[in-house]
């Protein structure tokens, strides 16, 4: 038997609700939706009424969802999804002039997949648009669930963020400590592990998903604190920053693999393969992906088979 949906609950009420959880802000919602915020809050409160629960709480000078709203939005999300890839699934000219194919993308991944895949899709002639955002992990997690990306590309998270999301594995990537080419620790002899703190550190940041990784990497093997971190996820600092000193950068392979093959930085002569973890393409569980999604994503399938491996210092 299906159960009936109720009849008061408009389409307005699912895209005023979704807007405000993605802006956490009255103001900000109206301001999208092109309505005055009296009509947005006036929205609210009768989805809310409807229900019967309140869906959002304050949080400092603005609101977040509480936890039914949390349960809400995944859903509420997933259905103006689902009804904007239908309307493009039967309208072609739609889906071209339409709202991007939205993915988020590590940056190891923004260097190292997305170019060729966007190469072999533009290939296909769809003439859909693409957004391509880069970003943390746990950001770009929190984006895809709220309804804000149709994909991400990176790291599989832990288990209690997985929750409405489904994985499929592509490759799987280490970190690297990587340093200018002629950088002191690179000569034979070298303790590396002893001298770490005599160098700035570059670390990912604490809601990267690799830092736990690092942090449990470096106590394995003795290091203590570093005093010298500094905590970024910009790879374009990064690079210029060891060109000019002797910082250490502890990465992910994918965003130097490039500088490395070139000659531009090298790997210290450390054993990372502890620091491998899976990456590969998430969606939300309740959603098909629309056709340009799909030939995407297909593409992203391709260009990381393609993947060759990152040389290292330690050689054959």
Known sequence: MVLPIDPRIKFRHLQSFVE?????????????????????????????DILGVVLFEREGRGIRTNSQGDVFLRHAGATLTALRQAVDSVSPDMARSGPPVRVGALPTVSVRIMPKAMSRFLGEGTASPVKIVTGENAVLLEQLRVG??????????????????SFEHLYSERVLFTVRTGHPLLAAGANVFDRLGDYPVLMP??????????????????VPALPNQIETVSDAFGR??????????????????????????????????????????TMRADTLPSMPLALLMQAIRAAAADLSPVPDDRGA
Do not use: C, Y
């Not at 405000?20 to 989805?47: C, F, G, M």
């Not at 832990?158 to 999301?165: N, R, S």
């Not at 090298?266 to 990456?279: I, K, M, Q, S, Y």
């Open 148 to 165: 804000d990306l149709d994909l991400v590309v990176g790291r599989l998270a832990a288990p209690e963020k997985m929750t409405g999301l």
């Open 205 to 222: 940041t604490r809601n990267s998903v690799i830092r736990p990784i690092v942090e449990q990497f470096l106590i394995t093997h003795g």
């Open 20 to 48: 405000v959880a993605r802006q956490r802000s009255v103001n900000k919602a109206a301001r999208i939706l092109h309505v005055s915020q009296p009509a947005v809050t006036k929205t609210i409160r009768e989805l809310e």
């Open 240 to 281: 210029a920053f060891l060109s000019a000193s002797d910082a250490i950068w502890i990465i992910s392979e994918g965003v130097v693999a490039g500088d490395i093959r070139d000659g531009a930085l090298a790997v210290l002569p450390l054993e990372t393969a502890d620091t491998r973890g899976p990456v590969g393409l």
